[in-house]
């Protein structure tokens, strides 16, 4: 009866999809860090997280580093009348306290440019933010498929 509760248990636990690597620093929740694939010389791509602030102060993501770009910045995309522009933050984006900032696709996001290798969907790269007051980490990005806009399920053994 044991072994069979145990057995069922694991299968379960296999079976259900969770969104891995989710990280705490400090007062900071960062979820389902992802990129899309790319094809094999593309310049560029984007980064993308979830950063929830559970604290009573605002903090800034201000810096971003990836060894797979010459250059990684943290950029947003806005309408600017009828037309959509990409623009970098210089200042980094603020994380309001109590809030919930998403890095997502056609909004803030991680821009790596000048690639120095193509992101593979089902691999990893890390990649280091860097916030004013919670300090330094580094994730991986889960890649998921080029026209991906979420984070792929997947399962922790």
Known sequence: MIRTLIAALTLLALAVPTLAHDITLGTLELKGPFARATLPNAPVAGGFVTIVNTGTEDDRLVSVTADIARDTQI???????????????????????????????????????????????????????????????????????????????????
């Open 75 to 157: 950029h947003e995309m806005a309408l600017a009348g009828e037309v959509m522009k990409m623009r970098q933050l210089a200042d980094g984006v603020v994380i309001p306290a109590g809030e919930t900032v998403a890095l997502a696709p056609g909004g803030y996001h991680i821009m790596f440019m000048g690639l120095t290798q193509a992101l593979v969907e089902g691999e990893k790269v890390p990649v280091t933010l860097t916030f004013e007051k919670a300090g330094t980490v580094t994730i991986d990005l889960d890649i998921g498929a080029t026209a991906a806009d979420a984070p792929a399920p997947c399962s922790e053994h």
